[in-house]
Structures are given as C-alpha cells and as structure tokens.
C-alpha cells in the first residue's frame, strides 16, 4: 500500500512539475470539431513541440490566428509549407468538411497533445467540486487513514498477519485448472465478438488512415473497434499499423483476467472451506 501510494505521489508530483513549469497545458476539449478523435468535455495535456518535428497528420494545439484571446484551438496538419525562412501550416477538424480558411504560423504553435482523460472536463464547469473531490477529499482521506495506521500499530501488524495467513493457505491449497482457463478465455472471446456487433452496445468504429494519419505506400486504411479513445488507437497506428487490430485482442484478455478466480481449483479435505475464506479474506481487504 505505501510503495503504490510513494508511486503514486512521485508521478502526480512529474506531472505537477512539468505543468506548472509549463511544459505541459492541460486543457478542455469544448468543441466537436475533432470528432470522433477528441469529444468535448474531454480533457487533453498538451505538450509543447518543435515546429520543425511537426509533419502531415499531426494534431497541434494553437493560438486563434483571429487574434481572440485565451483561446488555443486543436486541429490536425493537412498541409506545410516554408515561407520567409518560417514553416506555415494549414489545418482541418477531423469532424469538419472544409480545410481551415487560416494558416497557422510557427510562433502561434502551443504543442500537441500527448495524454486523454475522456470526459472529466467537464467538472471544470465548477472548480470548487473539482477541489474539493479530486484533489482535498482524497487527500484527507489519505492523511486519516495514514495518520490511524501510525497510532494503532497493532492495526498494521494484524492486517500484515492476516494477509501472511492469506498468503501461505493460497499457496498450499491453490491451483489453475487448465481447462477452465481455456474455456474462460474462449468465452471472453465469444462474448466480445458478439458484443461488438450488436447495435445496442455503446462501442463505435474508427476509421484509420484515409489522410487522418500518414499510412504505409500500398497500405490500404482499414477501420478498427474502439472500446479505448480513439486518440489512443492512433497514436498505436503511428507505432505500427498493425498494432491497433491486434490491440483487440485485449478486450476478451481483460475480461479474461478479471474472471481469473474461476481458474482456480482447491484441493485437499478443506476444498469448500477454502473457497470461503478465500472469498471473506479478499473482501475483509
């Protein structure tokens, strides 16, 4: 718990660094003109980039060459040209038909966006709940529990005995059937397939490639499921356009995971009992 928790603070606390150092803009997506790659209410971290690494189908995040104030806009590459020594850029929305009437120049570049959290901007409708439940809630909470541990160390060192005990009955009486963790992952499977293509499930398609991203000569754009945004589907195609077909196959394997307690078997007299202290321990924690 305290390793995860030291994890946890060292990655918050990068973050928290390159953002106000301004290496990293979190911002809020609050139009659709990037549909289906970005939706509104979506929050992105924006990285600041060289103009010069900047190529056809990249997205970028820039100033409004309107001149409108505190308003940066995001949009893909369609096009780049030099001029005056200066690179020039020409953008669309994904969403949108037209290609923008403006050209966007290599000053008014804020970076591109490297990270997606679908839907949470939308609390930045009312920053007092975003404080108090994302960042001051948590950390009392963390402070309380942290703070009870230290008092009570007979609390820790029973809870360390108890998953000691846990610990040493799995590994005297548990054991993977083979031939359910077969069958598990072949229904996992089945039921993904069929899941997919049903109309009622809430799981989209993205096409990939078509201009939106560089694709391979001869490489013909091919459209994938996405229960992930697609903003991460295409930076895997960028990696490799293999890699997002392939990335199907970690639905039905999640799913497999999580019913992994199906694979195991107990043996010995205590078979039965075994299962329910397995089953109380586990939610005691």
């Known amino acids: ?20 150092s301004g290496e990293i803009i979190p911002l809020v997506v609050l139009s659709g003109s990037m549909v289906p790659y970005m939706y509104p209410g979506d929050l992105i971290l924006v990285k600041k980039i060289d103009p010069n690494e900047i190529s056809v189908g990249d997205v970028i995040c820039f100033k409004d060459p309107s001149g409108r104030e ?26 949108l038909e037209e290609v923008d009437f403006f050209e966007v120049k290599e000053e008014d570049i804020v970076g591109t966006p490297v990270l ?28 309380f529990v942290e703070v009870k541990n ?21 590994k005297r009486r ?21 899941l997919l293509h049903q109309d009622f499930v809430p799981v989209q398609r993205v096409t990939i490639g078509e201009g939106k991203v560089r694709i391979q000569e001869n490489f013909d754009p091919y459209d994938v499921y996405f ?26 394997l999640m799913l497999s995971l999580l019913l992994s307690p199906l694979w195991k078997t107990y043996g010995g007299s205590g078979k039965i009992w075994g299962k329910r202290f397995y ?5 005691r924690f």
Do not use: C, W
């Open 279 to 283: 089953l109380r321990s586990l939610l």
């Open 1 to 20: 718990m305290r390793i995860k928790l030291a994890i946890l603070i060292v990655v918050a606390s990068v973050l928290a660094y390159q953002i106000l």
């Open 227 to 252: 229960l992930i945004p697609p903003f991460y589907i295409e930076n895997l195609y960028r990696i490799n356009p293999v890699l997002p077909e392939v990335a199907i196959v970690l639905y039905p």
């Open 116 to 143: 997606l959290i679908p839907m949470i901007g939308y609390l930045h409708e009312n920053k007092k709940l975003v404080y108090f439940s994302m960042i001051l809630l948590p950390s009392i909470l963390i402070l």
């Open 174 to 194: 548990q054991s993977i059937s083979f031939k359910r963790a077969v069958l598990t992952i072949i229904v996992s499977y089945v039921l993904i397939y069929v």
């Open 150 to 170: 230290l008092k009570n160390p007979e609390v820790v060192e029973r809870l360390e005995e108890k998953k000691k005990r846990v610990r040493q009955f799995l």
């Open 70 to 95: 505190n308003v940066l806009i995001t949009h893909r590459v369609v096009n780049v040209t030099e001029r005056d020594g200066k690179l020039v850029f020409k953008t669309k929305g994904d969403a």
